[in-house]
């Protein structure tokens, strides 16, 4: 973990909530939430880094909006491209699948 400047220590949790900060919790900063960092947060982490670590950069985003059918659209697009070989990731309101 020392890569991206992160304590050589385990954590449970990310959060980019400063409430939810405790021991076990990394603190994800934005450029909304910096102000909240020093709210007991144990380990701050920004999301440039996270972007590195991960090639976040490379990542492909589908959103979908509007009033009705989001999941039911999102998840048949998220089998349809498992089904291709796309290495794929959905997230919603019913979780999040890898």
Do not use: W
Request: hydrophobic share 35%.
């Amino acid at each position: 973990m020392r890569k991206i400047g992160i304590p050589d220590r385990k954590y449970k949790f990310i959060t980019d909530d400063s409430r939810f900060c405790d021991s076990e919790t990394a603190f994800l900063l934005t450029s909304q939430n910096r102000e909240f960092s020093e709210n007991g947060c144990q380990c701050n982490i920004a999301l440039s880094e996270i972007r590195e670590l991960f090639g976040v950069g490379e990542i492909k985003i589908i959103g979908i909006t509007g009033t009705n059918g989001k999941t039911t659209t999102a998840s048949l697009f998220y089998s349809i491209l498992l089904d291709l070989g796309f290495s794929v990731a959905l997230q919603g309101t019913h979780g999040d699948f890898l």
